[in-house]
């Protein structure tokens, strides 16, 4: 989607290792979330920003941080990661509570 | 906790029919309810926003309502077209407290036959 990017948009890795991925949006928005989309379970919310190094946990943090030292950027690290966090991973980002929201395009993890 | 419904999980119908695909959230406190389509390996593209004090909205072949009292929203779909294929999903937007975010519902696959 137009002003929101996310990088890689694949990735392979191996058990244990520590994996960031980024989220970059152009549109000054306030918030930003992280959510991750599995068969069976739908989307479901990691972590979520309301302001530069303003973070806060969703529904399935275990195992994931966050960080945003810039409006801009919005990055989730998976600080050893597991087989069972192999999953499609998306961006978002809204102007604040009360308006929609916008997604980026996905990054797909495979943990092996 | 909210929990969001959409029924059917798939659908199949002919070409130039029109549908209904059905969301229910648990919940009424919300601030909007979010209608989005996702094709495969793509990421999610918005269709509609209700906010909680609308009662539909309309774009183009697409209509969504929204009763909050009783949880529901429905989407309607007039003339369907084969490129109207996709897996479609239905959010809300909590605003009674706790974490902030939208919450999903697992989608109705819709698949229009030429």
């Known amino acids: 989607d137009a002003g929101i990017t996310q990088s890689p948009r694949h990735k392979v890795t191996e058990t244990g290792t520590p994996v960031t991925l980024r989220c970059h949006q152009t549109?000054?928005?306030?918030?930003m979330y992280w959510y991750r989309q599995d068969p069976g379970h739908g989307l479901r919310l990691i972590h979520y920003?309301?302001?530069?190094?303003?973070?806060d946990k969703g529904e399935v943090s275990d195992g994931y941080s966050v960080s945003r030292s810039k409006t801009e950027d919005f990055l989730l690290t998976l600080e050893s990661a597991t087989s069972s966090q192999t999953s499609v991973y998306f961006c978002?980002?809204?102007?604040?509570?009360?308006?929609?929201?916008?997604f980026g395009s996905g990054t797909r993890l495979t943990v092996v | 906790k909210q929990e969001v419904t959409q029924i059917p999980a798939a659908l199949s119908v002919p070409e130039g029919e029109n549908l209904v695909l059905n969301c229910s959230f648990t919940?009424?406190?919300?601030?909007?309810l979010q209608w989005f389509r996702q094709d495969p390996g793509k990421g999610l593209t918005s269709l509609l926003l209700?906010?909680?004090?609308?009662r539909e909205q309309t774009s183009g072949r697409l209509n969504a309502s929204l009763d909050k009292s009783s949880g529901r929203s429905t989407l309607y779909i007039a003339a369907s077209q084969p490129g109207d294929s996709a897996t479609y999903l239905c959010?809300?937007?909590?605003?009674?407290?706790?974490?902030?975010?939208?919450?999903f519902g697992k989608g109705t696959h819709l698949i229009i036959q030429p």
């Open positions: 978002a980002i809204s102007p604040g509570q009360g308006y929609g929201y916008t």
């Open positions: 549109e000054n928005h306030r918030y």
């Open positions: 920003s309301y302001g530069v190094k303003d973070t």
């Open positions: 919940d009424s406190a919300i601030y909007n």
């Open positions: 209700i906010q909680s004090s609308q």
């Open positions: 959010a809300v937007s909590h605003s009674g407290g706790g974490a902030d975010g939208l919450t």
